[in-house]
């Protein structure tokens, strides 16, 4: 276990290093926060152009808060499975990963612990953002802090298992796999209504997007920080019952990628993929 | 002077056959890069229902998602390309080949908006048949010009950006990384460009997506009056910039160039 939690630091260290040394810490800084608040923009932009400038309502809130934690999701799920494919391709280190680190699955989330910690200076900069210019109703005093740091871990816990999924596709792909982990976070976005109430999307999209982590994950957060979510469907269900499907939906995540990573592995390995170079 | 012609044509084609041939050697980047970008763009469609918007709106998402193909090419598998050609050392082998640096670049262009247009078509055909979408096909001929002029402006951007890219390592990939989302904002991929303060939509305007989403839209959309500046003039102002930047990028391939090689950059990977 410490051999293990030795890899995880050093590759959380390595990890660090290589998303933040190309730069000087002020325009690291700028460069971070300039892709989540646009992408936070496109939203305000979309319902002021419908609205006309309307006060905000309970849905834009809960679209905002929404959309501002989703990042993790696709941060998350990019920076565990990307380093396959920089590690691979660029650097060629991959193979010599599987000769050193003790389980590669730690290795693989150490390198997204940069990405967690940038995504969170976003995320909180995205909600301050709302706060100060568009009259976000987030009050410090109204937040229920132990629901939040519930629910948020049990996130994050989902989103490694998400991320080692894609690393999973990435070990069999070829280089143009630059956007799957983008791709796949899109889709989830989708089926699990973070910026529309899940209701509106058609019968079987709503059922498959109530069996993933991330739907209760966005209700829980919404209800942590607004007092309320967006979608009726969820409105009913306590907050217990969230936190508990949201466990148990993590945890099974999490162990179906652990299989499907092992799966993907034994192929690769296999087919001699481990080390391949592949360019377009 | 015929033969040097040839031959860059010949070089230009095998730069586009890589990527048409990868195109159909692995199949599993249709489900990544057609299905589904295509639901991911259904969350803005739904978002515009939530609000209650007219239904031009979902129009707009729906080209808007497809444009994002061409966008993400240019940044990914031209401007940036240098620097992967650099990190897996085949950039000397380029600059070893008798031809011009442009007829790569316009290999991999052609090849790219090849790769880019399967994306665009699956959303722009699936997506308007999933979400309904009414066209006006008066427009559509009109529309389909202003589209590939929008597509040579752009790649001449690309080309402009490949010739900065070579001189930097990690830079490049964190410059594209950074030009995806804030262009979706500026350009005006999800909603009319014109909602941005006129300054704003005029200084995105040189990014051609910009003037080509926004044309496209008043043409093949009913009711679309919320167009930044008319469809005539946004193409003459492309036809300019299409000629403008493949000028510019072959005066900034000679240039950077030069720059990479003075400073040993050419064949510094990893850095």
Known sequence: MRARLRAFRLAAWLGWQMESNWADLWLFAVYSIIKPVSSALILVVM????????????????????????MFVGQLMFGMSWVIMEDREFFRTFKYMYLAAPNIFWYLTGRAVAK??????????????????????????????????????????????????MAGVMIVSARHGQGYAESFAGVLYLLCGVVFPLDLLPAPLAALGRAIPFTYWVEGLRRALLGQGISPALAGVADATIVLVLLLSSLLTLALAALFYAWMERIARERGLIDQVTEH | MLEELERN?????????????????????????????????????????????PERYVGYVVLGGAMTAYWLNVLWSLASQFYWEKQSGQLEIFFLTPVSLMSLLAGMATGGMFM???????????????????????????????????????YG???????????????????????????????????????????????????????GLDAIRQ?????????????????????????????????????????????????????
């Open chain 2, 219 to 271: 043409l093949v959309f009913p009711e679309a009056v919320d167009g930044l500046l008319p469809p005539g003039v946004e193409a003459a102002l492309l036809a300019a910039a299409a000629a403008g930047f493949l000028f510019l990028a072959r005066a900034a391939l000679r240039r950077l160039e030069y720059l990479a090689k003075r400073e040993g950059r050419l064949t510094l990977r990893w850095q």
């Open chain 1, 116 to 165: 967690f910690l940038v995504t969170a200076l976003a995320v909180a900069v995205v909600l301050g953002f709302g706060v100060a210019f568009l009259d976000l109703p987030l009050a410090w005093g109204a937040v229920r802090w132990g629901l939040l740091a519930v629910v948020f871990s049990l996130g994050i816990l989902a989103c490694v298992g998400f991320g080692l999924l």
């Open chain 1, 47 to 70: 319902y002021y152009v419908v609205t006309g400038g309307a006060a905000q309502t309970d849905l834009f809130a809960g679209v905002y808060v929404g959309n501002a934690f989703f």
């Open chain 2, 9 to 53: 044509l010949r070089a230009l084609r095998a730069r586009a056959y890589v990527r048409v041939a990868a195109t159909f050697r692995e199949l599993s980047w249709l489900v990544f890069e057609v299905v589904m970008p295509l639901l991911s763009i259904g969350a803005y469609v739904f978002f515009y229902r939530a609000l209650g918007a």
């Open chain 2, 157 to 211: 951007l690309g080309m402009v950006g490949a010739s900065v890219f070579m001189m930097y390592g990690r830079e490049a990939w964190h410059t594209s990384n950074l030009l995806q989302e804030p262009v979706y904002l500026l350009s005006g991929f999800f909603f009319p460009v014109r909602a941005l303060p006129r300054w704003v939509a005029a200084a995105a305007g040189i990014i051609p997506i910009t003037l």
């Open chain 2, 116 to 154: 880019s247009s399967a994306r665009a078509v699956g959303t722009v055909v699936i997506g308007s048949w999933l979400f309904g979408v009414d066209y006006r096909f008066d427009g559509i001929w009109a529309g389909l010009g202003i589209f590939l002029l929008t597509l040579v402006a752009l």
